[in-house]
């Protein structure tokens, strides 16, 4: 396993962030390890092994996150996703479109954006440090 280590900041329901180690969460074909949950209500987003980890040549702006949206409106770079062309990869999403972007939220809570969507609604990201991870027991 590599020792230089990329970290990432996980905030689950706490204000403390939680550092993982990118390695923890890949299997041996570059997907998730662990089930991708929202870090507020534990909703499912994607289990073991349905997406590739990728990141992003140039970090994208994505909005901040809000709870249906309220909030003051912000934007932080994301350079590290899980990606997917297949929209049945996800066990639980929902979407909104603003400002003719699509972003995805957890369909459960509402909490979001935890990623983008394609204009043509084939490809989808979802930001590695917007999740939480849950499982992996056996490893």
């Known amino acids: ?15 403390a962030n939680k550092k993982v180690d990118k390695d923890e969460l890949l299997n041996e074909d570059e997907k998730n390890f662990y089930k991708i ?4 209500c534990e909703s499912v987003f994607f289990p073991e092994g349905a997406v590739r980890y990728i ?24 350079s590290w996703w899980w990606y997917t062309e297949d929209d049945m990869a996800f066990d639980t ?8 972007k699509k972003y995805l939220m957890c369909g459960d809570c509402e909490l979001g954006p935890v990623g983008v ?17 849950i499982g992996g027991d056996d490893r």
């Open 1 to 15: 396993m590599n020792r230089n280590l990329q970290l990432f900041s996980i905030a689950p329901k706490s204000v």
């Open 37 to 40: 949950v929202c870090r507020r």
């Open 55 to 78: 990141k992003a040549e140039k970090p994208i702006d994505l909005r901040v996150m809000t709870h249906q949206g309220k909030g003051e409106p912000g934007y932080e770079k994301i």
């Open 93 to 100: 999403i929902g979407w909104q479109t603003i400002n003719r």
């Open 117 to 133: 969507r394609s204009e043509d609604n084939k490809r989808f990201w979802v930001a590695v440090e917007r999740c939480k991870y």
